[in-house]
């Protein structure tokens, strides 16, 4: 559906056409070593173990330190370096080795894919900057009362737009509201290169987005870690949010909550991103998917796995996971004047279900909602999706101010 394209200095990893191609020329190389190529583009500037390229590239296959070695001297030798001089892929003795070149990665829709999207529904791409200068990938869909999703980990403008998990869903709001949503800096469609993922920093973006699409008042819907940056900007900017929806939400994150449990499960979750970000059968994989979506169907499952690949760097979704992880909006919530709706799976493994009663107790007014479901991602087959969208119409053209 999409091709990946990885560029580094002169050369370019074009994944579709499986080539490796120097300033546009192609280059000849084997299969098994194009694709080791690609996983350390993929993971440029993480460190990859030789048990990382045995599950990644040979697929979990038994396989001796000298063939890994030659696939290795074949891989530097097609992007002109060498065991001595290692300006691209570098050796970290005993550890494994770094992929150092600095990498531009873009994906596009197949041309097929892109006919597709071409329609009374399609969207648009836009840009827009930040206040520190960060590119931010945004688009408005839909026809009704103005809707703004925050940004939230992890998105990607156009493989939702296609994904059998977050597609129903933009349609259904899109049936409903004007929907602008935008990719979080870092992730997606927005830029890749940023290190700074604080709140203040999502909360500029969001400010951002909305000063291009030109919006003057709004309901804002905050789902999973994009609740804490929704509840900045209401708190900032209270004239502009006429309604505040609050989904799979939370005060702190898990490393500055009062558990030890809840700390520990944090610091695990790290780990895993670092290990097994964007690999096919992966720990992280199961266990993202049985935290995120128990209930998903293994079609939904594989597009959150696509998600994990397209999306961002493994890099990058340690830094935003440890980023939100930290988020604390406790000190914001008796400011919140916006009309609130807060809704929370009982058994959501991602965000328990008390950081919505939490964050229902401590805004005036606010009316909460519980689902009796254990996915953190609406499911359009579960009976929550329908109780989900009939609070969320009653909810938004309902003035209770």
Known sequence: MYNMKYKFGSFELNIRNQQLLCDGVPINIEPQVFDLLAYLAENADTLVTQDDLIESVWRGRIVSDSAISARISAARAAVGDSGSRQEIIKTIPRK?????????????????EAVRSNGANAQKVRYCTSFDGTRIGYATTGKGQPFVRTGHWLTHLEHDWQSPLWRPILDELGGIFTVTRYDQRGTGLSEWSVEDFSLERCLEDLEAVIEAAGLERFILYGTSQGAPTAIAFAARHPEM?????????????????????????????LTLIRHGWGK????FIKGLSSMFIPEGTKEQIDSLVETQRLTTTAGNAALLREAVDNFDVSDLLDSITSSTLVIHARNDSVQPFEQGQELAANIKDAQLVMLDS????????????????????????????
Do not use: C
């Open 96 to 112: 494994g080795f770094r992929f150092i070149a600095e990498v531009k990665k873009s994906s596009e829709l197949s041309e097929k």
């Open 374 to 401: 254990p996915n953190h991602a609406l499911l359009k087959h579960e009976p929550s999706w329908d109780i989900f969208f009939n609070e969320l119409r009653e909810f938004s053209f309902t003035d209770l101010a």
């Open 241 to 269: 949010v006429s309604h505040l929806i609050l989904h799979g939400g939370y005060v702190q994150g898990r490393l500055i909550r009062g558990t030890t449990e809840e700390r520990e499960l944090g610091h695990a979750l």
């Open 280 to 283: 096919q059968g992966s720990a």
